[in-house]
Protein backbone atom coordinates (compact mmCIF):
# COMPACT_ATOMS: atom_id res chain seq x y z
CA UNK A 1 0.00 0.00 0.00
CA UNK A 2 1.40 3.20 -0.82
CA UNK A 3 1.43 6.06 2.15
CA UNK A 4 -0.58 8.54 -0.05
CA UNK A 5 -3.15 7.41 -2.55
CA UNK A 6 -5.06 9.39 -4.48
CA UNK A 7 -7.91 7.95 -7.63
CA UNK A 8 -6.32 8.82 -10.69
CA UNK A 9 -9.38 10.02 -12.83
CA UNK A 10 -10.19 11.04 -15.16
CA UNK A 11 -12.16 13.70 -13.60
CA UNK A 12 -14.22 15.48 -16.07
CA UNK A 13 -16.48 18.58 -15.52
CA UNK A 14 -17.99 21.61 -17.44
CA UNK A 15 -16.61 24.76 -17.25
CA UNK A 16 -17.72 26.94 -14.51
CA UNK A 17 -18.08 23.83 -11.87
CA UNK A 18 -16.58 22.83 -8.84
CA UNK A 19 -13.51 20.70 -9.04
CA UNK A 20 -13.29 18.24 -5.83
CA UNK A 21 -10.45 16.22 -5.02
CA UNK A 22 -9.19 13.96 -2.68
CA UNK A 23 -6.29 12.14 -1.15
CA UNK A 24 -5.92 9.81 1.53
CA UNK A 25 -2.91 8.96 3.55
CA UNK A 26 -0.94 6.07 6.20
CA UNK A 27 1.36 7.82 7.98
CA UNK A 28 0.29 9.45 11.00
CA UNK A 29 3.59 11.41 10.93
CA UNK A 30 2.93 13.52 8.08
CA UNK A 31 2.64 17.32 9.32
CA UNK A 32 2.80 19.29 5.90
CA UNK A 33 0.26 19.03 3.17
CA UNK A 34 0.87 20.32 -0.95
CA UNK A 35 -1.11 20.38 -4.18
CA UNK A 36 1.36 20.11 -6.78
CA UNK A 37 -0.34 21.05 -10.54
CA UNK A 38 0.89 19.45 -13.80
CA UNK A 39 0.31 20.17 -16.98
CA UNK A 40 1.22 17.42 -19.96
CA UNK A 41 4.93 17.49 -20.37
CA UNK A 42 5.84 19.83 -17.37
CA UNK A 43 7.39 19.43 -14.12
CA UNK A 44 4.82 20.24 -10.83
CA UNK A 45 4.37 23.12 -10.06
CA UNK A 46 2.84 24.13 -6.46
CA UNK A 47 -0.45 25.32 -6.07
CA UNK A 48 -1.37 25.19 -2.07
CA UNK A 49 0.68 24.80 1.20
CA UNK A 50 -0.81 23.34 4.46
CA UNK A 51 0.42 23.02 7.74
CA UNK A 52 -1.50 20.43 10.02
CA UNK A 53 -5.17 20.22 10.13
CA UNK A 54 -7.81 23.11 8.82
CA UNK A 55 -8.28 25.08 5.78
CA UNK A 56 -6.63 27.23 3.12
CA UNK A 57 -7.90 29.32 0.68
CA UNK A 58 -6.44 31.12 -2.17
CA UNK A 59 -8.50 32.42 -4.96
CA UNK A 60 -10.49 29.95 -6.35
CA UNK A 61 -8.74 27.32 -4.18
CA UNK A 62 -9.31 25.54 -1.28
CA UNK A 63 -7.33 23.14 0.53
CA UNK A 64 -8.79 21.22 3.53
CA UNK A 65 -6.89 18.78 5.90
CA UNK A 66 -8.28 16.52 8.50
CA UNK A 67 -5.81 14.50 10.27
CA UNK A 68 -7.86 12.54 12.54
CA UNK A 69 -9.08 10.65 9.39
CA UNK A 70 -6.10 11.32 7.15
CA UNK A 71 -8.24 13.31 4.48
CA UNK A 72 -6.90 15.69 2.67
CA UNK A 73 -9.05 17.59 0.08
CA UNK A 74 -8.26 20.37 -2.81
CA UNK A 75 -11.49 22.21 -3.79
CA UNK A 76 -11.24 24.29 -7.40
CA UNK A 77 -14.41 26.88 -7.94
CA UNK A 78 -15.49 28.42 -11.03
CA UNK A 79 -13.09 25.96 -12.87
CA UNK A 80 -11.75 27.09 -16.19
CA UNK A 81 -10.53 24.93 -19.34
CA UNK A 82 -7.44 26.00 -18.04
CA UNK A 83 -7.10 24.09 -14.96
CA UNK A 84 -7.06 20.54 -16.79
CA UNK A 85 -4.52 19.56 -15.37
CA UNK A 86 -3.00 16.44 -13.25
CA UNK A 87 -3.45 17.24 -9.36
CA UNK A 88 -0.57 15.72 -7.01
CA UNK A 89 -0.79 15.74 -3.07
CA UNK A 90 2.32 15.62 -1.34
CA UNK A 91 2.70 15.19 2.18
CA UNK A 92 6.47 14.93 4.33
CA UNK A 93 6.82 14.89 8.37
CA UNK A 94 8.87 17.54 8.17
CA UNK A 95 9.67 21.21 6.37
CA UNK A 96 12.06 20.45 3.70
CA UNK A 97 11.88 16.61 4.43
CA UNK A 98 11.26 14.39 1.35
CA UNK A 99 7.65 14.85 -0.16
CA UNK A 100 5.83 11.40 -0.73
CA UNK A 101 3.48 11.97 -3.66
CA UNK A 102 0.10 10.63 -4.70
CA UNK A 103 -0.54 9.18 -7.98
CA UNK A 104 -1.73 12.15 -8.92
CA UNK A 105 -6.00 12.44 -10.62
CA UNK A 106 -6.17 13.85 -14.14
CA UNK A 107 -8.72 17.00 -14.60
CA UNK A 108 -10.45 17.59 -17.79
CA UNK A 109 -12.56 20.81 -17.33
CA UNK A 110 -14.77 20.95 -20.91
CA UNK A 111 -15.69 24.23 -22.26
CA UNK B 1 15.11 32.75 -17.01
CA UNK B 2 14.66 29.37 -16.37
CA UNK B 3 14.61 28.72 -12.87
CA UNK B 4 15.39 24.83 -12.87
CA UNK B 5 16.63 23.52 -16.10
CA UNK B 6 17.35 19.74 -17.37
CA UNK B 7 19.13 18.27 -20.61
CA UNK B 8 18.80 16.56 -22.30
CA UNK B 9 14.74 17.12 -22.62
CA UNK B 10 14.23 13.96 -24.51
CA UNK B 11 16.84 11.08 -24.29
CA UNK B 12 16.60 7.54 -26.04
CA UNK B 13 18.97 5.06 -25.80
CA UNK B 14 19.65 1.23 -26.31
CA UNK B 15 19.43 -1.74 -23.18
CA UNK B 16 23.17 -1.54 -21.22
CA UNK B 17 24.26 2.02 -22.16
CA UNK B 18 25.37 4.60 -19.53
CA UNK B 19 23.66 8.14 -19.93
CA UNK B 20 23.62 11.09 -17.94
CA UNK B 21 20.92 13.83 -17.09
CA UNK B 22 22.24 17.22 -16.09
CA UNK B 23 20.25 19.93 -14.09
CA UNK B 24 20.92 23.27 -12.87
CA UNK B 25 19.23 25.85 -10.41
CA UNK B 26 19.85 29.64 -10.98
CA UNK B 27 17.20 30.29 -7.59
CA UNK B 28 20.52 29.96 -5.46
CA UNK B 29 18.86 26.99 -3.29
CA UNK B 30 20.98 24.96 -1.26
CA UNK B 31 18.93 21.91 -1.46
CA UNK B 32 18.46 20.16 -4.60
CA UNK B 33 16.41 16.29 -5.33
CA UNK B 34 16.23 13.79 -8.46
CA UNK B 35 11.99 12.06 -9.09
CA UNK B 36 11.36 9.40 -11.50
CA UNK B 37 8.13 9.27 -12.76
CA UNK B 38 6.77 6.26 -13.93
CA UNK B 39 3.43 5.93 -17.06
CA UNK B 40 0.96 6.07 -14.11
CA UNK B 41 2.02 9.21 -12.98
CA UNK B 42 3.53 8.57 -10.02
CA UNK B 43 6.44 10.58 -8.65
CA UNK B 44 9.03 9.38 -6.38
CA UNK B 45 12.19 10.60 -4.58
CA UNK B 46 15.52 9.21 -5.50
CA UNK B 47 18.16 11.48 -4.31
CA UNK B 48 18.55 14.87 -2.76
CA UNK B 49 21.66 16.51 -1.86
CA UNK B 50 22.04 19.78 0.75
CA UNK B 51 25.06 22.05 -0.62
CA UNK B 52 26.81 18.74 -2.43
CA UNK B 53 26.00 16.66 0.45
CA UNK B 54 23.39 13.26 -0.14
CA UNK B 55 20.93 13.75 1.96
CA UNK B 56 18.26 11.00 0.99
CA UNK B 57 19.06 7.92 -1.18
CA UNK B 58 15.92 6.26 -1.40
CA UNK B 59 16.18 2.35 -2.24
CA UNK B 60 17.40 3.19 -5.98
CA UNK B 61 19.79 0.41 -7.82
CA UNK B 62 23.51 1.45 -7.65
CA UNK B 63 23.17 1.73 -11.59
CA UNK B 64 22.31 4.80 -10.83
CA UNK B 65 24.74 7.38 -9.29
CA UNK B 66 23.96 11.18 -8.68
CA UNK B 67 26.97 14.08 -8.50
CA UNK B 68 27.47 17.43 -7.29
CA UNK B 69 29.30 19.69 -8.35
CA UNK B 70 28.43 22.75 -6.38
CA UNK B 71 25.27 23.60 -5.08
CA UNK B 72 23.79 25.26 -8.37
CA UNK B 73 24.08 21.58 -10.47
CA UNK B 74 23.16 18.20 -9.68
CA UNK B 75 23.90 15.40 -12.55
CA UNK B 76 21.99 11.57 -13.12
CA UNK B 77 24.17 9.01 -14.68
CA UNK B 78 22.77 5.89 -14.90
CA UNK B 79 24.72 2.66 -15.84
CA UNK B 80 23.67 -0.46 -17.57
CA UNK B 81 20.30 1.23 -18.67
CA UNK B 82 17.30 -1.68 -18.67
CA UNK B 83 13.63 -0.88 -19.89
CA UNK B 84 12.31 -0.46 -16.71
CA UNK B 85 14.31 2.54 -16.76
CA UNK B 86 12.16 4.25 -18.92
CA UNK B 87 10.22 7.52 -17.37
CA UNK B 88 10.44 10.51 -16.91
CA UNK B 89 13.57 12.19 -14.76
CA UNK B 90 12.82 15.33 -12.49
CA UNK B 91 15.02 17.85 -10.86
CA UNK B 92 14.07 19.81 -7.92
CA UNK B 93 15.52 22.71 -5.94
CA UNK B 94 14.35 23.86 -2.67
CA UNK B 95 15.79 26.97 -0.46
CA UNK B 96 17.05 23.99 2.32
CA UNK B 97 16.03 21.29 3.82
CA UNK B 98 14.60 23.49 7.06
CA UNK B 99 13.06 25.71 4.70
CA UNK B 100 9.48 26.01 3.12
CA UNK B 101 8.33 22.80 1.17
CA UNK B 102 7.54 24.52 -2.26
CA UNK B 103 10.22 22.57 -4.55
CA UNK B 104 10.30 23.63 -8.03
CA UNK B 105 10.83 21.34 -10.40
CA UNK B 106 12.44 21.34 -13.71
CA UNK B 107 10.63 20.09 -17.10
CA UNK B 108 11.75 16.20 -16.94
CA UNK B 109 13.79 14.54 -19.03
CA UNK B 110 11.61 11.77 -20.91
CA UNK B 111 14.20 8.57 -21.06
CA UNK B 112 13.18 6.41 -23.29
CA UNK B 113 14.79 2.69 -22.84
CA UNK B 114 14.45 0.19 -26.36
Known amino acids: QKEVEQDPGPLSVPEGAIVSLNCTYS??????FMWYRQYSRKGPELLMY????GNKEDGRFTAQVDKSSKYISLFIRDSQPSDSATYLCASSRTAGNKLTFGGGTRVLVKP | DTAVSQTPKYLVTQMGNDKSIKCEQNLGHDTMYWYKQDSKKFLKIMFS???????INETVPNRFSPKSPDKAHLNLHINSLELGDSAVYFC?????????????FGPGTRLTVL
Open chain 2, 92 to 104: ASTPGPGANNEQF
Open chain 2, 49 to 55: YNNKELI
Open chain 1, 50 to 53: TYSS
Open chain 1, 27 to 32: NSAFQY
